[in-house]
C-alpha cells in the first residue's frame, strides 16, 4: 500500500506543479502577462483539485503509516489492496467535487471590468476581488472548505505520527526503536 500511496502522491505533485509552471514559463517569455478569464477558471480549478486531493492523500498515508507501526499484525488485514484503492479512490474523487463546486461558485459570480486578471496564477482572492456582488457567504463557505480539506487533514497528521512516536517509544528494545523511526 506504502508504495501505491507514493506512486500515487508523485503523479500528483507532477499534476499539481504543471499548474503553474507553463503559465509562469509563458509570461516570462511574453509581453502579455495576464490570464484569461476561461484560462483562470481551469487553472483554478485544477489548482484546486491537485492540492485537495494532495491533503487528503497525505492523510491516507499517514493512516497507512499508523497502521503499520501501531498495528504491525493486523496491518494486510486493514490495508488490504482493496482498502488501499477504495481510500485512493475517495480522495481523488472528493477532490474532484471539492475543485468543481468552489470553481463553479466563484466563476458563476457577475464580474465587472475585463475578464483578465493581472497574476501569473488564479488564486481565490484575487479573483474575488473582481466580483461585483457581496461575497461575504462565498469567503464564507471557502473559509469552511479551507479549514475541512487542510487544518482537519494536517490536525488527523499530527495525531497519527504523534501515536507512532508515542508507541516506538513504548518498545522496549532500543534496536526496535531504532528500525522504527
Known amino acids: 500500500p506504502m508504495y501505491f500511496l507514493l506512486r ?4 500528483l505533485e507532477i499534476c499539481y506543479t504543471s499548474v503553474v509552471i507553463p ?14 478569464f476561461l484560462g483562470c477558471a481551469v487553472q483554478m ?6 492540492g485537495s486531493t494532495e491533503c487528503g492523500l497525505l492523510t491516507v498515508m ?3 503509516r499508523y497502521i503499520a507501526i501501531c498495528n504491525p499484525m493486523r496491518y494486510s488485514l486493514i490495508m488490504s489492496r ?3 484503492l477504495s481510500l485512493a479512490a475517495v480522495v481523488w474523487i472528493v477532490g474532484k ?10 466563476f458563476t459570480l457577475p464580474f465587472h471590468g ?3 486578471i493581472n497574476h501569473f496564477f488564479c488564486d481565490v482572492l484575487p ?3 473582481l466580483v461585483s456582488a457581496d461575497t461575504s457567504l462565498i469567503n464564507a463557505i471557502l473559509a469552511f472548505l479551507t479549514i475541512v480539506f487542510t487544518i482537519v487533514p494536517l490536525i488527523l497528521i499530527i495525531i497519527s505520527y504523534a501515536s507512532i512516536i508515542w508507541t516506538i517509544l513504548k518498545m522496549h528494545s532500543g534496536e526496535g526503536r531504532r528500525k522504527a523511526f
Request: net charge positive.
Open 8 to 11: 500515487n502522491l508523485s503523479v
Open 23 to 36: 503559465k509562469t514559463l509563458t509570461d516570462l517569455l511574453s509581453e502579455r502577462r495576464a490570464i484569461s
Open 45 to 50: 480549478y485544477f489548482y484546486l483539485f491537485f
Open 62 to 64: 499517514s493512516y497507512d
Open 82 to 84: 482493496k482498502v488501499t
Open 97 to 106: 467535487l471539492v475543485a468543481c463546486e468552489q470553481t463553479a461558485a466563484i
Open 114 to 116: 475585463p475578464n483578465q
Open 127 to 129: 479573483v474575488l476581488r
